[in-house]
């Protein structure tokens, strides 16, 4: 494996991969990188490389991006998953960091600490101005109790504070775990000393302290921001700090960075400010440089999908659950791909028991690949596959329910213009993947290597012919598995019978394929190659 680090990561993180006995390579300029990027599987940024279009189109065989830390706006997510690159990042690694830096505002706001050092260099000792306040007792809200939010609560708990939180997404068991009272918005509002912002930015949360908020806010409140600039309406905060509503305000990011000049929040005396800092720390640093080679590491060696940012991924411990089911997925599609006539309109996948509770979106890529890798060109991946299906038209619809039979199993079904075909499959013992049905015959069979599938009339003599045929050019069958159709044509007739034959040994010949056509009982022979 190549693995190019086109900015500083952390020392343990690089060890890490080069004890893998991989090749590590840090390329020195834009040069370089692309040069180094020509046979590269893996690529880790930060924040100053921007991953291209062009760029990646200079790495044929990347499989893997990786961002030390959280913002992917250097990433043309687009172009990756197009591309079938899997981008990720390393959110929550500087979480304590953050955090750290928000009690450090805070009690800054509290003890006018950049005030007070401001004055005595400047010559003055002025005790009685910076009369400050104590924490202990006093209430922080803290809106939105993710990563950061649990951390700034432990910490304000350990200073005697009494923490409220107001997050719809997280149980009061959470929150209890962090010291916090859960409550509604108005009441974190009214009671709140300190407010403290640590919500992600959405279209929601977006403007969510404008003047009707601060309106409810006790008098006095001071406000922390650590989390993104956006969140608050700049004009209306600065419009309270003036009229003495607010006391003041503590940010760490601004909804322009850098604000530009004269901004009144990066101007007003009772505004303390940093720029976008809380969460550089060389301790981050470490964890996330390690973070992100580790999730490489996971990825390249087992597939295993962690902090994706262009995939909806499971939890590693939904994961590992899942894998088998993804080679079954994949197989499923394969085959049907493969047996299937007409041009392709529609995929439909079906789950059912255990796999219709989980996240579907990579058994759904997995069949999709599966498929499409067999019909097209170009080549899909769990990565890009429902976005190649997309771009081709191809309808992707899903189902659940309940297991019908024995096993948890996947159904998969392509819709083309001269019919289609479908099959079900299970996993043996936790890592065989197995045929239960194609075209609704229940049919058993191995799901791996090379089949012969055959669709006949159900009348004596067939399966024999078959295994006389194939013994004449030497193919050893490994199994034979036979299914028929459980009712007789409404016209009359012998009923419709399938034959699954795994054999040893490479890919059938043509002309034994065509031998084997030739009985007048088989309407259909294909040979399948699953891998
Ligand atoms: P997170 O996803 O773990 O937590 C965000 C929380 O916000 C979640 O618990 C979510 O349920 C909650 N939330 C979402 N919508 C909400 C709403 N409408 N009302 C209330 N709560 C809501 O994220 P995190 O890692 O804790 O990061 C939090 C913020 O900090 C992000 O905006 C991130 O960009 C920012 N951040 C800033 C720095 C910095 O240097 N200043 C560094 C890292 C992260």
């Avoid at 291209?52 to 990347?62: V, Y």
């Avoid at 981008?87 to 800054?108: D, I, Q, R, Y």
């Avoid at 299937?340 to 255990?354: D, E, F, T």
């Avoid at 239960?436 to 090379?450: F, K, S």
């Amino acid at each position: 494996m190549k693995i190019v680090v086109a900015e500083k990561v952390s020392s343990a993180g690089l060890e890490l991969l080069k004890a893998e006995q991989w090749d590590v390579v840090q390329p020195a300029g834009k040069d370089e990188l692309y040069a180094a990027l020509a046979d590269a599987d893996a690529l880790i940024v930060r924040s100053a490389v921007k991953v291209t279009a062009e760029l990646l189109s200079r790495a044929p065989a990347l499989r893997v991006v990786g961002r030390a830390g959280v913002g992917v706006d250097n990433v043309d997510l687009e172009a990756a998953t197009r591309q079938g690159v899997l981008v990720m990042n390393t959110p929550g690694g500087n979480a304590v960091s953050v955090a750290e830096h928000t009690l450090a505002l805070m009690l800054a706001l509290a003890r006018a600490i950049p005030q007070a050092n401001q004055s005595i260099k400047e010559g003055r000792w002025e005790k009685k101005q910076f009369m400050g306040r104590e924490l202990r007792q006093k209430t922080l809200g803290i809106i939105g109790l993710g990563r950061i939010g649990v951390e700034v609560s432990k910490r304000a708990r350990a200073l005697d504070m009494m923490v409220l939180a107001y997050d719809p997404y997280v149980t009061p068991v959470v929150a209890g775990e962090a010291g916090a009272e859960l409550v509604g918005r108005e009441r974190l509002l009214q009671e709140s000393d300190y407010i403290s912002l640590h919500v992600s930015l959405t279209p929601e949360t977006a403007g969510m302290i404008d003047a009707a908020a601060i309106a409810k806010m006790k008098p006095g409140v001071r406000i922390i921001n650590c989390s993104r600039g956006e969140l608050i309406e700049e004009a209306a905060l600065a419009e309270a700090i003036r009229a003495g509503t607010v006391a003041g305000a503590a940010l760490d990011v601004f909804a322009k960075e850098p604000p530009p000049p004269g901004h009144p929040l990066a101007t007003l005396p009772q505004v303390l400010a940093t720029p976008h800092i809380a969460g550089s720390t060389e301790e981050a640093q470490e964890i996330v440089g390690s973070r992100i080679a580790e999730q490489i590491r996971e990825y390249l060696k087992s597939g295993m999908i962690i902090n994706a940012v262009n995939v909806p991924a499971p939890s590693p411990e939904e994961y590992r659950n899942l894998k088998p089911y993804l080679q079954l997925g994949e197989r499923l599609g394969a085959f049907i791909a493969q047996i299937a006539q007409g041009r392709l309109r529609a995929v439909h996948i079906g789950y059912s028991g255990k796999l219709a509770q989980m996240n579907t979106n990579l058994l759904r890529n997995s069949a999709l690949q599966g498929i499409l890798n067999r019909v097209l060109d170009e080549k899909a991946n769990m990565v890009n596959a429902a976005a190649i299906a997309a771009d081709r038209g191809i309808a992707v619809e899903e189902s659940r329910g309940p297991r019908t039979g024995f096993a948890d199993s996947i159904l998969v079904s392509m819709n083309t213009d001269a019919g289609g075909a479908s099959a079900e499959g299970m996993v043996l013992h936790g890592q065989f993947p197995r045929l239960l049905a194609v075209d609704g015959i229940h049919i058993e069979a191995p799901l791996a290597g090379n089949l012969v599938f055959f669709k006949n009339q159900d009348v004596p003599g067939v399966i024999g012919r078959i295994g006389t045929l194939l013994g004449q050019h030497k193919v050893n069958i490994a199994n034979f598995s036979l299914g028929r159709a459980e009712a007789a044509p409404a016209g009359g007739g012998p009923a419709e019978a399938l034959a699954v034959v795994h054999y040893d040994g490479p890919r059938v010949s043509d002309s034994l394929l065509q031998e084997l056509s030739q009985s007048e009982a088989v309407r259909f022979v294909r040979a399948v190659d699953i891998g």
